[in-house]
């Protein structure tokens, strides 16, 4: 027997109509138009940090939409359960970039529902203990790994003290051409890095998020949405005694 | 006795010379028969004289190393807007079958024979290894 879980393309082709109308009308005469998107041609640098702000009070139980379409963008559903696998265990190890987590404080017995990725910290554990530089950080702060000089030997994911990374133990069906994956490599969020590429500011999930929850942009800018957002809410940082700067804050946890 | 070693010596470089000239031309004509068989986007350009971004006798001989330079210029700094991509590669050398449906330019048959990429690989016995992740059919 063979379950097959293949990306919703009728999904996929309403999100890519969606994008494309970048023009929107505001008033008649008044045409509002986002940003040209073109392709990257010069190196990334420093001058740019992306990074993240996840109101979780905003999180609703048992709302799957950012993890449903991070999986849709990344293909990560493009992958069957080899014959013969223990469907449970196959179900544990399945490549997943967003987590959703629930906690709960013992005190109060407040309930928060979170979703948890990489946080890109500024010191990646990831990357120290890569042994052959597969694991990096990006100038722009994109924690990333480079599927080519992957071993497959998953120290990083022994070292993420956030559990973000996945490994790839299968081969896939299709190869999503916005994110090239074979069996043996680890993988995780990389702040959707084919958008911001192509000129793009926004990420998968934060776009299906239907609460607004998560806001995604440039530490580095003093006026970018995110830096506003994160000078005005109280954040924390997940595991802020491991002082590795993440770049996914949270606030109301 | 210095005499002779140099006569060797040349021979050698003669025997040489021979074996790499016929090397070359059993790669090139390996690679042959897509361009005046197949239907792609390539081969449609090769038609009206056009060229791929370097000229066919470079491309043969460097598109590896082209490859892998903008692979991690790509994953690395972001740079997107090249003037090579692998997807680039797919994107124009790939064959279309009669119902419409893209060929995998690994395949060993197809409109003009073997396919682009395994027309010389297979020949040559060198491995390729892009598509155990990368697309082999264009994704438009």
Redesign the interface.
């Known amino acids: 027997m063979k379950t097959t879980d293949q990306t919703d393309h009728k999904r996929r082709d309403f999100l890519k109509t969606g994008v494309a109308a970048s023009a929107v009308t505001l008033a008649p005469g008044i045409v509002m138009h986002t940003a040209e998107a073109?392709?990257?041609?010069?190196?990334?640098d420093s001058s740019v940090r992306w990074g993240m702000l996840i109101d979780s009070s905003k999180c609703a139980s048992g709302c799957d939409s950012c993890v449903q379409a991070c999986n849709d963008e990344n293909g990560l559903e493009a992958y069957s359960m080899p014959e013969g696998a223990d469907p449970e265990k196959w179900d544990q190890q399945r490549p997943k970039w967003i987590r959703s987590v629930t906690l709960k404080d013992n005190l109060s017995g407040r309930i928060s529902n979170l979703p948890l990725m990489c946080q890109h910290c500024e010191n990646p554990p990831c990357a120290d203990v890569c042994p052959t530089g597969a694991s990096?950080r990006?100038?722009?702060g994109v924690v990333?790994v480079?599927?080519?000089i992957c071993i497959g030997c998953r120290y990083c994911m022994m070292a993420c003290p956030y559990k973000a990374r996945s490994f790839i133990h299968e081969n896939v069906d299709i190869?999503?051409?916005l994110a090239?994956?074979?069996?043996g490599?680890v993988e995780s969020c990389n702040f959707c890095?084919h958008r911001?590429?192509?000129g793009q500011t926004t990420t998968a999930c934060q776009d299906a998020c239907p609460e607004n929850a998560i806001i995604f942009g440039d530490l580095n800018d003093p006026n970018s949405e995110v830096s506003k957002a994160l000078a005005e809410y109280p954040s924390v940082q997940i595991r802020a005694d491991l002082r590795l700067n993440t770049g996914v804050r949270y606030s109301g946890i | 006795m210095s005499k002779s070693i140099e006569q060797k010596s040349v021979k050698f470089a003669v025997l040489f010379a021979l074996l790499v000239s016929l090397l070359m031309i059993s790669t090139a004509h390996a690679g042959k028969n897509w361009r005046a068989e197949g239907n792609s986007k390539a081969s449609e350009m090769a038609q009206t004289g056009g060229m791929c971004v370097r000229d066919t006798a470079d491309m043969r001989r460097n598109h590896m190393d082209l490859i892998q330079h903008d692979?991690?210029?790509?994953?690395?700094?972001?740079?997107?807007?090249l003037d090579g991509s692998l997807?680039g590669c797919v994107n124009c050398h790939a064959n279309k079958q009669e119902s419409g449906e893209y060929v995998p330019v690994t395949a060993m048959s197809g409109p003009g024979g073997s396919q682009f990429c395994a027309s010389c690989h297979v020949y040559t016995s060198v491995s390729l290894d892009c598509?155990?992740?990368?697309?082999?059919v264009p994704?438009e």
């Open positions: 073109a392709p990257r041609d010069k190196a990334v990096f990006r100038a722009d990333m480079d599927r080519h190869k999503p051409e090239p994956r074979g069996k490599c890095v911001l590429d192509d | 692979r991690d210029v790509t994953v690395h700094q972001g740079i997107r807007a997807k598509f155990q992740c990368h697309s082999t994704t």
